[in-house]
């Protein structure tokens, strides 16, 4: 059976990559639904990162292995060892702060410039795939 701390690191390593690749993919796909569900999520995102606020996911899940009485956080399972190492990396915590805002920003100015529901023109001047 899978320890709850190693399946809320893997939601919240879904979480992160949707974070990275939700915005570009709701573009792609010209789906309102996504673009406003990645839009929600990396203001909530940025937001706390702004905040120096941390994750409410980060934090449960470290409740939950010091429940579980693990003495060492992210360390146990192969899962924990190899996915925290991508939703922690070690850098300086203002540098994945500026990320994540800029990231933020980034979409904010995504939804703006091309709203969703936006369909692409096709008047004069429009370029047309082959």
Do not use: K
């Amino acid at each position: 059976m899978i320890n709850p701390a190693d399946l809320l690191m893997i939601i919240h390593f879904l979480w992160a990559a949707f974070m990275v690749v939700g915005l570009p993919l709701g573009l792609y796909l010209r789906s309102p639904a996504l673009r406003w569900f990645h839009f929600i999520g990396m203001f909530l995102t940025a937001f706390f990162a702004a905040a120096n606020i941390y994750c409410p996911l980060t934090v449960w899940e470290e409740m939950l292995r010091w429940e579980g009485e693990s003495a060492v956080i992210h360390g146990g399972s192969f899962l924990a060892r190899h996915l925290s190492a991508v939703l922690f990396p070690d850098l300086p915590p203002g540098i994945l702060r500026a990320a994540s805002v800029a990231w933020g920003t980034i979409t904010l100015v995504a939804m703006v410039i091309v709203p969703p529901g936006q369909r692409r023109s096709s008047g004069p001047g429009a370029v047309h795939g082959c």
